[in-house]
């Protein structure tokens, strides 16, 4: 490392014998990824992440596939976290193009990015919950993501991997109307869980009232889930001032999200650098300065809410109107040129540089994953503590081990 | 906006290194990417770091121009992708420094050293497209097979089995 500050590595038996051993690819929960830790008794003396166990080549893919046959494969890499994906691809293509998408396409657009945030984070909490010994946050994570998911199919046809932005807009619009057995099943899982029928605004059948209530539902969830898992002891005994990265360490290592949010720097994509509709809405960042743990996980709590805020705001305010262009054949050509599109994904900035020579196929196509960047933050945080503070430290990270290896 | 302080990096940066910019891509909206010679990368990128307040690399991208038609040639183009959150100004916008290397015996010096967070991304630009960086410290393949010995994948002459 070269960062100023060694880290200091208390091991009890100085000189003694070391033990390395493989932690993965049958990695319990996520894809296939492998860190090779090396113990001191049960000190982390040295870790190595291993990535690559499912490379696809997806960049080289790209090259063989055309424009607009690209959109669907790049969405594999981080299927639950599917929009965001291809958002900055079709943001760089469309600077190629030199398209502007119709003022609905951005709405639309960014309430699928926003549904796919809160899917991914709590699909992470999930897994969180149950590497840290609290199934109970499994399930309760698993089923309400449920209709954040029904409510992903009601706009877009598909519960993820929707290709669903295309360069000038997006495929569909959304319904008018949800079906009647949704909703019924919606109220009947909404007396269950909170115990009381919805009283907000009266549900029905239209789509704006029910994205309405289902994000209501979630806040209140979101409190349960404070009571439950983030205020609980189980949570907080094995996160709190564990896998502390400072501030500087993580500008240095190029850290990217939640994690770099989470160490005290106020950095969002969406804010920064914005597009779509988030010029249009209004929403905090979710920032905290501890850099443990326990914070990058309040990170990612905070951010479901203002997920929830965005949604409830651009439901409110999308406008009528077309939602694309025009209806893209299969092949394309886009002028010559590179470009780069970014956006922040449910795990930290994606960056997309793009570049075209006029054919029919991209030239080169660079995605840079907020999973990639995160890989130096494994041996970082993980050096020097004990081997059952890895699975905290890991999950924390929300690392996504397929985006990493494309 | 960020657009205005980066273009006047870009103007500094001609100021004060005007025979080693060798061509620049400034579009407002696309890209603003800047072509320096590869043996004053290690000056330019410090002077970035220390004076502009460039604190990281967002990612390290190969790009193969054997095969492009106009600008083409046989080198290999290696852009660092820098990001600043020192610079309260520099926030928003992305600086792409980009070097051209030799087809036949890419070799460049590593900036791990400069900026840390270079290094898993240098890795994965040594094994596909083989470009050598000198003084990094665990230069080795990391996404690929240990026991590939083909031709760096993202090279254009690596044709896909089966697609072509």
């Given amino acids: ?406 | 906006m960020g657009w205005m302080e980066l273009r006047e990096v870009v103007e500094d940066l001609k100021k004060k290194f005007p025979e080693d910019i060798e061509g620049e891509v400034f579009h407002e909206k696309k890209i603003t990417k800047i072509v320096v010679r590869k043996e004053r990368l290690m000056e330019i990128a410090k002077y970035l770091r220390d004076l502009h307040g460039f604190d990281h690399v967002k990612g390290v991208t190969g790009v193969d121009l054997v095969a492009l038609k106009e600008g083409g040639g046989p080198y290999i183009e290696v852009i660092y992708h820098l990001g600043s959150i020192k610079n309260e100004k520099l926030v928003d916008v992305i600086l792409n420094i980009s070097i051209r290397l030799d087809r036949e015996k890419p070799l460049t010096k590593s900036l791990y050293s400069i900026w840390p967070s270079v290094e898993y991304h240098e890795r994965e630009v040594y094994e596909m497209f083989g470009v050598v960086f000198e003084d990094h410290p665990n230069l080795k393949k990391l996404l690929l097979p240990e026991y590939w010995m083909d031709t760096p994948p993202l090279r254009k002459d690596y044709k896909v089995p089966g697609r072509d």
Avoid at chain 1, 5 to 17: A, L, N, Q, R, W
Avoid at chain 1, 55 to 60: F, V
Avoid at chain 1, 80 to 94: G, S
């Fill in chain 1, 1 to 406: 490392m070269v960062l100023e500050e060694k880290k200091v590595i208390h091991v009890y038996d100085e000189g003694g014998p070391r033990l390395s051993f493989s932690y993965g690819p049958q990695h319990p929960g996520t894809g296939h990824f492998r860190m090779i830790v090396t113990v001191s008794g049960d000190t982390v003396v040295d870790l190595e992440p291993d990535p690559g166990f499912v490379h696809r080549g997806e960049e080289k893919m790209a090259e063989y596939k055309t424009w607009i046959t690209n959109i669907p494969h790049f969405e594999r890499p981080s299927i639950l976290d599917a929009t965001h994906m291809v958002l900055p691809y079709c943001l760089a293509v469309e600077k190629l193009m030199e398209v502007d998408p119709p003022e609905r396409a951005k709405y639309l657009r960014t309430i699928v990015a926003e549904l796919d945030r809160i899917a991914s984070h709590l699909y992470w909490f999930s897994l969180y919950g149950i590497f840290l010994g609290h199934s109970t946050m499994f399930l309760w994570c698993v089923n309400d993501r449920e209709f954040i998911l029904d409510l992903s199919q009601l706009i877009t046809g598909q519960r993820f991997t929707h290709a669903y932005v295309i360069p000038g807009g997006v495929r569909n619009d959304a319904p008018k109307t949800v079906p009647k057995d949704l909703v019924k099943e919606f109220k009947i899982y909404y007396m269950h869980m909170i115990g009381r029928e919805p009283s907000q605004e009266e549900l029905n059948e239209d789509f704006k009232k029910y994205v309405l209530n289902v994000a209501d539902f979630m806040d209140l969830r979101l409190d349960q889930y404070y009571e439950m898992f983030f205020d609980s002891e189980i949570f907080i005994e094995r996160t709190r001032g564990v896998g502390v990265l400072k501030r500087e360490d993580a500008v240095k290592l190029g850290i990217p999200g939640t994690t770099l949010r989470a160490s005290g720097v106020s950095f969002d994509t969406r804010v920064a650098d914005p597009y779509d509709a988030y010029p249009y809405v209004k929403f905090k960042i979710a920032v905290r300065t501890e850099g443990d743990c326990y914070a990058r996980a309040m990170v990612g709590f905070q951010e479901m809410r203002e997920s929830l805020n965005i949604i409830r705001q651009t439901v409110e305010q999308m406008p009528e109107g077309p939602v694309k262009v025009k209806q893209h054949p299969v092949v394309i050509k886009v002028p010559k040129g590179e470009a780069i599109g970014r956006a922040e994904a449910a795990r930290g900035e994606i960056i997309f540089y793009v570049v075209s020579d006029g054919a029919d196929r991209p030239y080169r196509v660079r995605m840079i994953t907020p999973s990639f960047r995160l890989l130096p933050a494994l041996p970082h945080l993980s050096i020097g503590s004990r081997i059952a503070d890895i699975p905290p430290i890991y999950w924390s990270l929300n690392y996504w081990p397929v985006e990493t290896d494309r």
